[in-house]
């Protein structure tokens, strides 16, 4: 006889009956009730998700531009003399890079000086040779970059008079 035969089952033993028997009962079953699941729980959108103010929110840009000034709007108070220098001039005046006259060097801002606060405001407002205007920072105010002067030039052997709030820092 042959090894095969083909009229024999893979079935050999009642218990593999019996299992044969309940998975083509449970896997059917299993089957229709996840279709059923599927059906009835049908995932759905959220009603205030739909809302118009929802949507807004979703969808919108990531960025803006602006334009104005930064803030509240409100006049931020004139820095002294001395955090103007030590924010922005000092970068330049305290190592004496690109020709500028060195912070204590008396005799360099003793030429400077004899023109007056008024031209030297005047001339660090517009620029002179490798200083930019305003010393690089156009938020400085008039005043205080006449301060920054003042401050650095009694450091430097000078007599200068700070400059009141309200009054003209330079004469145009």
């Not at 998975?23 to 279709?35: E, K, N």
């Not at 409100?74 to 002294?80: D, G, L, N, V, Y």
């Not at 001039?89 to 690109?98: E, N, S």
Request: hydrophobic letters at 45%; aromatic letters at 2%; charged letters at 20%.
């Amino acid at each position: 006889m042959s090894e095969h035969d083909t009229h024999s089952s893979f079935i050999k033993t009642p218990q593999q009956l019996v299992v044969v028997i309940v998975l083509a009962f449970v896997v059917p079953i299993i089957g229709i009730v996840l279709m059923v699941q599927l059906v009835v729980n049908r995932p759905h959108a959220d009603p205030v998700a739909l809302k118009p103010e929802a949507v807004a929110a979703r969808i919108q840009p990531v960025g803006r531009v602006e334009f104005g000034a930064a803030g509240d709007g409100a006049p931020r108070a004139p820095k002294s003399g001395e955090e103007v220098v030590k924010s922005v001039c000092a970068v330049c005046h305290q190592t004496g890079a690109a020709g500028a006259p060195k912070i204590g060097d008396n005799a360099a801002w003793a030429k400077l000086l004899k023109a007056g606060l008024g031209e030297l405001t005047k001339t660090a407002i517009a620029g002179v040779k490798a200083m930019p205007p305003r010393g690089g920072n156009p938020e400085l105010s008039d005043l205080e970059i006449a301060r920054a002067i003042v401050h650095m030039g009694n450091l430097s052997g000078g007599k200068l008079k700070e400059p009141a709030e309200g009054a003209p820092a330079a004469k145009k």
